[in-house]
């Protein structure tokens, strides 16, 4: 009996984890990558599919370009954005799931790290989906130059360029994930014990905090530098607004993280980037837009809700 051919419904179904991690890396919220992932399926349901050679290769370079169009259309809001612009987290589910979504397919890999998709916001618009295309997606610079409309030279600087400067920004010795958990799980005890000096011990001397309010929810509207202030601020929020700090640990876009839950409600989420069995930034998420999912997910209320 002859097979019937696929559908266009299907046809994108059966790809659209990778449009989704394409858009997720471009833009940083699931909101915005769900809204370029329809749009790529609005433009692939009015083409013939019988005329494409590749499915996977035509939504590859589509949801790239409207990725790109869209960063080029936020760059400014984010530049006036209340406070550090930080990535919305991705919370992964554990437990019986026949089917993963693209989200959860997602938080698996090692390149969403928001650590990784912080440092990538520094990038220009086109160098972010050179460097992305390129390194996660395997695009050639023939690929890039149809993309981008550039001459293949140039895409070959521009991630050059990327690749620089994010390494710039990497720690030198980056931690496996053993030694991430263990310090995760040492981060989580000296919060919940309310021990400073063992948090101290934590962190880096020259370690960071990004807090990520939007202009929506208490936070510091600028980088926290150094481990002596970071200890103030996690230990004097808890003083002064009688919160104890009880991480509940999770995974966060693939890697060790906390919820901060008060009374069954979520509060904000935590990661880190961890060098040398110490933890160099954390990154802090308390913007109610970019918790929403995740309190969904945890089966919780949003704090304030």
Known sequence: MPVAPETHAGIFARHRARVFGIAYRLTGTVSDAEDVVQETWLRW?????????????????????????????????????????????????????????????????????VALLHMLERLKPEERTAFLLHEAFDYDYGELASLLGKTEAACRQIVSRAKRRVNEDRPRFRADAAEHEKLAEAFAAALASAKPDALLACLTPDAVLYSDGGGKAAAALNPIYSAEHIVRFFFGIAKKFNVPLTPHPIRLSGQPGFALIYEGRLHSLMSADVSEGRVTSIYLMRNPDKLARAAEVLGVELLGS
């Open 45 to 113: 349901a009015g083409i013939d599919a019988s005329e494409i050679r590749s499915p996977e290769a035509w939504l590859t370079t589509v949801a790239g370009r409207v990725g790109l169009d869209h960063l080029r259309r936020v760059k400014a809001r984010r530049e006036t954005y209340i406070g550090p612009w930080l990535p919305e987290p991705l919370v992964e589910v554990t437990g019986d799931m026949a089917q993963p979504t693209p989200e959860e397919q997602l938080s698996l890999a090692d390149d969403v790290s």
